[in-house]
């Protein structure tokens, strides 16, 4: 992959870089953990209003189709006017929407709350472009991969804290996880410093999310085929992540409680590929290879799961997924940030997550209309997108080769 020096533009590391880092990785880590507290209770309790497929399919679409439009208009705010006051909007949003999932009594309410938290949910592209403004491009694999460490232990304690208070009620998580989200809107509020200079911001973003925008991007040599790839690389995790609940209960008679404890096994293994490997591998192999190699381990995952003959081999299947994703998601951020100028992180990663809400806005609904046809049917879909994503990724480590 070919990446000029005037995208790989940084910026120069405030002061107290580091603590400002372990600051957004515990703003990451707390954000994911009130989220992944309710995570896995969500298709559960919409089957308890009666949702099948289709239905849980736009329950998660819901959060997506919000978070396509907020994403990118939060990451090209937290460019114009800076990185902070962005996360505090966001992790505001989020305890608001948290508390109003725990007050819904409906399936309708339920989907309005979690399309409410989709509209605030910028807060990760964001913490991307603070790490991306504090690191040089030649250690930025690493920091990325911390940020997605966060994000794995968040959803190992989440899912496990979630599934042991869903004992007391599906709502009682809900406001554990909204009092979690406004403890971390103080610590960032308190702690949190500035990433982005003044120099920096009030310059207008070439990525905001419209037509003409997505246009623009998605013709440029190398951020075109990195936004295509992230977002196909998204439909087909969501593919099986928004199906695995209903069909992990129909299979194996799987609980709130033995789901809980599942994510929170692919959790640790998320973190400790992000946290642990990422670093040394991108330095040996490159982000193009790793990424390659973490589409080809989802797509050997994805095709496993649903014809697996036991509860025990087709949790090994799922550790596949949760390693490939562990090697995909930081490399493919970290090419986005070195193909952008210092000004253009925030809008540029905004859009990517932009992007990917589209794949989690539609994919469900896909997906979930695809398992009511034929149970196997969106895994091996999911497969195929892995295959063809790990193809179009590979050549791109050509030495003529350019995203």
Wanted: net charge positive; with cysteine.
């Amino acid at each position: 992959m070919t990446i000029t020096p005037e995208t790989a533009t940084a910026i120069e590391p405030p002061p107290r870089t580091l603590a400002s880092l372990v600051v957004v990785y515990l703003t990451v880590f707390l954000d994911l953990l009130g989220f992944g507290l309710i995570l896995p209770l969500l298709p559960f309790y919409a089957m308890h209003f009666g949702a099948h497929g289709r239905q849980l399919g736009m329950l998660f679409a819901g959060f997506s189709i919000a978070q396509l439009f907020g994403a990118p208009l939060l990451g090209r705010l937290s460019d114009r006017i800076g990185r902070r006051p962005v996360l505090l909007v966001c992790l505001f949003g989020s305890a608001i929407s948290l508390l109003a999932t725990g007050l819904t009594d409906t399936l309708y309410t339920l989907m309005a709350a979690r399309a409410f938290a989709g509209l605030f949910g910028g807060s990760i592209a964001t913490a991307q472009a603070y790490v991306a403004d504090v690191t040089k491009p030649s250690e930025r694999t690493k920091y990325m991969g911390l940020i997605g460490a966060s994000i794995g232990m968040g959803f190992v304690f989440g899912p496990f804290v979630g599934a042991e208070l869903s004992r007391w009620g599906f709502s009682t998580a809900a406001f554990v996880a909204a009092g979690l989200a406004g403890a971390n809107f103080l610590l960032a509020l308190f702690a949190l410093r500035e990433s982005l200079p003044q120099s920096a911001r009030g310059k207008r973003s070439r990525t905001p999310f419209s037509v003409r925008a997505l246009q623009e991007a998605l013709s440029r040599p190398i951020i075109g085929p990195l936004l295509v790839i992230t977002m196909i690389s998204t439909l087909s995790f969501v593919a099986m992540e928004s199906t695995f609940a209903l069909f992990a209960k129909q299979r194996y008679g799987f609980s709130e409680q033995t789901m809980g404890r599942l994510f929170a096994s692919l959790g640790i293994i998320i973190a400790i590929v992000q946290g642990g490997f990422i670093g040394p591998l991108a330095r040996r192999f490159g982000e193009v290879a790793l990424g390659t190699a973490g589409f080809v381990i989802l797509a050997v995952g994805f095709a496993l799961i649903p014809w697996m003959p036991s509860s025990a081999l087709m949790v090994s299947a799922l550790l596949l997924v949760a390693v490939g994703q562990g090697l995909l998601a930081p490399s493919l951020s970290t090419l986005l940030s070195r193909a952008v100028a210092a000004t253009e992180q925030g809008g540029t990663l905004g859009l990517s997550q932009s992007l990917s809400s589209l794949s989690r806005a539609f994919g469900p609904i896909l997906a979930g209309t695809m398992f009511d046809f034929y149970q196997p049917l969106p895994y091996g879909f999911a497969a195929l997108l892995a295959a063809s994503m790990a193809a179009l990724l590979s050549r791109q480590m050509q030495p003529d080769a350019r995203i």
